[in-house]
T-cell receptor, first 113, second 114 residues
Framework: DSGVTQTPKHLITATGQRVTLRCSPRSGDLSVYWYQQSLDQGLQFLIQYYNGEERAKGNILERFSAQQFPDLHSELNLSSLELGDSALYFC????????????FGQGTRLTVV | AQSVAQPEDQVNVAEGNPLTVKCTYSVSGNPYLFWYVQYPNRGLQFLLKYITGDNLVKGSYGFEAEFNKSQTSFHLKKPSALVSDSALYFCAVRDGSLADGLTFGKGTHLIIQP
C-alpha cells in the first residue's frame, strides 16, 4: 500500500458528462501529480500541484482541470467527456518535487460510453 | 523536451538467470531517472532512482540500475530473476532544472519463465 488513496476505483459515464476524481496524498506529502494511462498514449503527465498551487502542466486538455485543497487532497475534473478519455487516471504524491520519488495510488478506471 | 525510450516491448528470461531491461533518455538539463514496476490492475511501485553520485544504484527487491551519461542510458538489472518479477516495467525521466512531472517510457513487459 503506497499510502495514496484514489476514489472511485471505477467510473462509467456517458459522453458529454462531467466527472470528478479524488486523491488523498500520503501523509506529509505536499506535491500531487495526475497522470493518464491509456493503451495508445501510454503514461502521460497531466498536472502537478504543490501545497495548493499549480506548479507544472503537462498534456492536460482544456476540458480537464484540477485543484489541491488546503488539506492537500486533490481533485481532477473531467468535462465534456469523449470516448477517447477512457483511461486509467493515476494520482501520485511526493514530499516535494524534483529529486524525490513519487508514490502512486491504484488509479481510477474511467470508461466513457 | 525530455523523452525516454524502452526499445523492447517484452523481455523473456528464465528463472535464475540475470535480467536486463533497457532504457535510454534524452533531457536538456541534469537527468533525474526512475524505475517503476506495475502489476496487473495495480498502481506503479517505485523501484529505484538516480539523482546524482554513484552510477550504480540499488533499489527494492534486488534490482539495480546503472547510469551511463555518455550513452544516456539507465538499464535496469537483477542478477537472478524470480517468477514473481514478471510485470510491466517503466523507466522515467525528469529534467532536474525544471519543475515538471515525469516523462515515462512505453514500458517493457518482463516475463520470467519457470
Amino acid at each position: 500500500d503506497s499510502g495514496v488513496t484514489q476514489t472511485p476505483k471505477h467510473l462509467i459515464t456517458a459522453t458529454g458528462q462531467r466527472v470528478t476524481l479524488r486523491c488523498s496524498p500520503r501523509s506529509g506529502d505536499l506535491s500531487v501529480y495526475w497522470y493518464q494511462q491509456s493503451l495508445d498514449q501510454g503514461l502521460q503527465f497531466l498536472i502537478q500541484y504543490y501545497n495548493g498551487e499549480e506548479r507544472a502542466k503537462g498534456n492536460i486538455l482544456e476540458r480537464f482541470s484540477a485543484q489541491q485543497f488546503p488539506d492537500l487532497h486533490s481533485e481532477l475534473n473531467l468535462s465534456s467527456l469523449e470516448l477517447g478519455d477512457s483511461a486509467l487516471y493515476f494520482c501520485a504524491s511526493s514530499v516535494e518535487g524534483g529529486n524525490t520519488e513519487a508514490f502512486f495510488g491504484q488509479g481510477t478506471r474511467l470508461t466513457v460510453v | 523536451a525530455q523523452s525516454v525510450a524502452q526499445p523492447e516491448d517484452q523481455v523473456n528470461v528464465a528463472e535464475g538467470n540475470p535480467l536486463t531491461v533497457k532504457c535510454t533518455y534524452s533531457v536538456s538539463g541534469n537527468p533525474y531517472l526512475f524505475w517503476y514496476v506495475q502489476y496487473p490492475n495495480r498502481g506503479l511501485q517505485f523501484l529505484l532512482k538516480y539523482i546524482t553520485g554513484d552510477n550504480l544504484v540499488k533499489g527494492s527487491y534486488g534490482f539495480e540500475a546503472e547510469f551511463n551519461k555518455s550513452q544516456t542510458s539507465f538499464h535496469l538489472k537483477k542478477p537472478s530473476a524470480l517468477v514473481s518479477d514478471s510485470a510491466l516495467y517503466f523507466c522515467a525521466v525528469r529534467d532536474g532544472s525544471l519543475a515538471d512531472g515525469l516523462t515515462f517510457g512505453k514500458g517493457t513487459h518482463l516475463i520470467i519463465q519457470p
